[in-house]
């Protein structure tokens, strides 16, 4: 990311390299976003009342599945690569 900002930066000036910058951000943070809502809208907020809940022993299912792990990291490194 910070690598094409550079190469923007010095083929067509400081303006140009923080609109790819800020672009790239936005693209990362659409798709976070999109992995939530369209395939695993539990994942959604931080997870803590879920685990507290868990841990107090209420059935709640697919709350801990393939999917909503794989969502999670996915998301997780998205919003980090993002800027969040």
Not at 51 to 69: E, I, V
Request: proline share 4%.
């Amino acid at each position: 990311k910070f690598h094409t900002m550079q190469s923007a930066i010095q083929q067509a000036g400081v303006l140009h390299g923080i609109g790819i910058l800020m672009l790239l951000s936005t693209i990362y943070a659409l798709v976070g976003v999109c992995l939530i809502q369209f395939l695993a809208p539990s994942c959604g907020g931080s997870g803590i009342p879920e685990n507290k809940a868990f841990l107090n022993g209420a059935q709640m299912p697919h709350l801990y599945s393939q999917r909503t792990l794989s969502v999670r990291a996915c998301t997780n490194v998205l919003a980090n690569a993002a800027g969040f």
